[in-house]
């Protein structure tokens, strides 16, 4: 498939292939500096719970390499700062926070001088986008229970490798069963209002030869009603202790049509994503997002000037609504360990 959404330069730095330009333009950024990343994670260059954290972890590093010369108390100052810095970029995904957590803990942990810091640093990066490749694999597999020859697949965003540091996690398991010769179809919804389905979703789909069919958001209802759907596959940017799930907005709406007409609905996360000190939904904090991605999709006017738009990034879907988490320990049902 050859997709990927980030990447150590040689120079060092944190390579990311930016998204907002997918599908028109493969272009890729080199950064070396905490707010370029911040901005980067914020804008959507790289985005997916998974991959903000890992490329907060790699950015990180990047980012420490010009303070070497610092004596080790104010080197571990800009890292905690850093570290800040890059937790608060985006309040819903458990990830990030978690990513930036283990960094601050492992360069508090090590000891020596700041060199030692810093590689020490550099190895927790990479173990922690080791680690999510591994997760993604696992879930993939654990998966495959739930498809089988001729499945019709249901996602919503974008769950593949652009949005983890493997091939995916939803989409993951869809990369599994075409490698494993089973033969699926992808029913794609858009992804309003910036298209993730449409323009990121579709192009990993296509360039891994995998059947698929976009369709607008809000005709997912008649297509369940239609019967051609056999199964729906969402991620989650965070799993609250009793099962309730954040994921992009438009999922929720997706959980009640599928328990309306039937079709199984799991989520389908890495354990990073689970959030054991949440209790539930409404302790997720919700990103609020700019007026102008409803009002000026991708560039374009389409409401008149000064119109409000209410535009959050994700929505809570019940425990209740979820048949299963598939996770890289196999597929689970609340409560949680």
């Known amino acids: 498939?050859?997709?990927?959404?980030?990447?150590?330069?040689?120079?060092?730095?944190?390579?990311?292939?930016?998204?907002?330009?997918?599908?028109?333009?493969?272009?890729?950024?080199?950064?070396?500096?905490?707010?370029?990343?911040?901005?980067?994670?914020?804008?959507?260059?790289?985005?997916?719970?998974?991959?903000?954290?890992?490329?907060?972890?790699?950015?990180?590093?990047?980012?420490?390499?010009?303070?070497?010369?610092?004596?080790?108390?104010?080197?571990?100052?800009?890292?905690?700062?850093?570290?800040?810095?890059?937790?608060?970029?985006?309040?819903?995904?458990?990830?990030?926070?978690?990513?930036?957590?283990?960094?601050?803990?492992?360069?508090?942990?090590?000891?020596?001088?700041?060199?030692?810091?810093?590689?020490?640093?550099?190895?927790?990066?990479?173990?922690?986008?080791?680690?999510?490749?591994?997760?993604?694999?696992?879930?993939?597999?654990?998966?495959?229970?739930?498809?089988?020859?001729?499945?019709?697949?249901?996602?919503?965003?974008?769950?593949?490798?652009?949005?983890?540091?493997?091939?995916?996690?939803?989409?993951?398991?869809?990369?599994?069963?075409?490698?494993?010769?089973?033969?699926?179809h992808v029913w794609v919804s858009e992804t309003r209002p910036l298209f993730q389905g449409s323009r990121l979703t579709a192009w990993e789909l296509a360039r891994a030869g995998i059947p698929h069919t976009l369709l607008p958001d809000n005709a997912a209802a008649s297509l369940m009603g239609s019967g051609k759907v056999d199964l729906a596959l969402v991620g989650a940017d965070r799993v609250a202790r009793n099962g309730d799930a954040a994921n992009k907005v438009g999922t929720y709406a997706l959980a009640l049509i599928a328990r309306h007409h039937g079709v199984p609905l799991y989520v389908v996360a890495p354990s990073s994503s689970f959030d054991p000190a949440c209790p539930g939904g409404d302790a997720i904090p919700i990103e609020q997002r700019a007026a102008d991605e409803v009002t000026r999709p991708l560039g374009r006017q389409a409401a008149p000037e000064g119109t409000a738009a209410y535009n959050p990034a994700f929505d809570v879907t019940p425990a209740a609504l979820i048949t299963g988490y598939v996770t890289e320990n196999g597929i689970r049902t609340p409560p949680f360990d």
């Not at 001729?150 to 069963?177: E, S, Y």
């Open 1 to 184: 498939m050859q997709v990927r959404a980030l990447e150590w330069a040689a120079s060092g730095a944190l390579r990311i292939l930016d998204q907002t330009l997918l599908p028109a333009e493969e272009r890729w950024l080199e950064l070396d500096r905490v707010d370029a990343v911040v901005e980067a994670i914020r804008s959507l260059r790289v985005r997916g719970a998974p991959a903000i954290g890992i490329a907060a972890a790699m950015g990180l590093v990047a980012s420490l390499r010009r303070s070497l010369i610092e004596p080790r108390e104010r080197f571990l100052a800009s890292a905690d700062a850093g570290c800040a810095a890059l937790a608060a970029a985006r309040p819903t995904a458990v990830n990030l926070t978690w990513a930036m957590d283990r960094m601050r803990r492992c360069a508090r942990a090590t000891p020596g001088d700041v060199a030692a810091i810093f590689a020490a640093l550099g190895e927790e990066a990479q173990a922690i986008w080791n680690e999510d490749r591994a997760m993604c694999r696992a879930i993939g597999e654990h998966g495959q229970a739930l498809v089988m020859d001729g499945t019709n697949i249901l996602t919503h965003c974008n769950t593949g490798a652009l949005a983890t540091g493997g091939i995916g996690t939803a989409l993951g398991i869809v990369h599994v069963a075409a490698e494993r010769g089973l033969r699926v």
